[in-house]
């Protein structure tokens, strides 16, 4: 059977469960922001460290940023993409094998190129952050958070950090593992807002496409998307008014063109994750209406 086919008949047996429980209608919050610094400015600096953190924010106008998490072997949540850390260090190995100490140690610049000729990062000291670190440092700023693996304690780790420093409000937390959602709004008890896990987000992609999105329940805040996927348009007005009318935002990844950011916004999209903030902070100032 042809991938095609397998989505659909994924889409079409989510559609039927999910139809046996409706699900109640959320309220969007406004004040999320639209600027969303995806693993910062990721463009201008190393993906998740604090120089790229700092640019998205201070420099690119971006009102949050999106990050990656994995658990190290003692339980400390660092940000990174990837499982290991060989494509963005001067080190090899797997975060989840490391101790925050030995991961501290690696050069998180180190193969950070703008050109792909100089690194001008390589030898300043930059380092993998932590999450405590990002909170601690950016307080005001919304954190998108996305689990990566599913790690033992790793949604308990996480929860903990965002209690701690009360950012329940400004904190939300994604994985395309319908597992890891599904067991960090237990834990959590719904007092941190999410995204839709990969299965989520194709059944409520195919309700809406037969209108049926009114019987899909929706334990998330967010459907985090690309705007097309293997050929599929993902991001259409009858998708977005479909989350709409459940009071869930569209949030799409990632848009580095003008053009596309705007069209984008045109069509209701709610957040646009960028690895060129500025860009975006561009593109919504000359939306403004003028005074």
Do not use: C
Not at 48 to 59: C, H, S, V, Y
Not at 61 to 84: C, F, K, N, P, Y
Not at 208 to 216: A, G, P, T
């Amino acid at each position: 059977m042809k991938w095609k086919w397998k989505l659909v008949f994924a889409g079409v047996a989510g559609i039927f469960v999910a139809a046996l429980l409706r699900g109640e209608r959320k309220t969007r919050d406004p004040r999320w922001p639209t600027n969303l610094a995806h693993r910062g400015a990721s463009v201008r600096a190393p993906e998740n460290t604090m120089e790229a953190f700092r640019i998205g924010l201070d420099e690119g106008g971006a009102g949050g940023l999106e990050m990656d998490a994995h658990l190290t072997r003692d339980g400390e949540v660092v940000i990174i993409h990837d499982d290991d850390v060989d494509r963005m260090t001067d080190g090899t190995g797997f975060a989840r094998d490391m101790t925050l100490e030995e991961i501290r140690r690696l050069d998180a610049g180190y193969r950070f190129s703008p050109d792909g000729a100089s690194f001008p990062y390589r030898g300043r000291g930059l380092r993998i952050p932590t999450l405590r670190e990002v909170y601690e440092s950016f307080p005001e700023a919304a954190v998108n958070v996305e689990l990566k693996e599913d790690q033992s304690g790793i949604q308990e780790s996480v929860l903990d950090l965002i209690e701690e420093f009360d950012a329940e409000r400004r904190t939300l937390v994604a994985s395309f593992g319908y597992s890891i959602m599904r067991h960090f709004r237990r834990v959590s008890g719904g007092r941190v807002s999410t995204s839709a896990s990969r299965f989520e987000i194709s059944v409520f992609y195919f309700a809406s496409k037969v209108f049926l999105e009114k019987f899909v329940p929706v334990n998330y805040d967010a459907l985090q998307v690309p705007t097309r996927h293997r050929g599929l348009e993902i991001v259409t007005p009858r998708f977005i008014k479909a989350a709409h009318s459940r009071g869930v935002r569209v949030d799409v990844w990632t848009v580095n063109d003008g053009k596309e950011m705007g069209r984008l916004l045109d069509l209701g999209a709610d957040v646009i994750m960028t690895d060129e903030p500025e860009k975006l902070s561009k593109t919504l100032a000359e939306r403004k209406p003028e005074a």
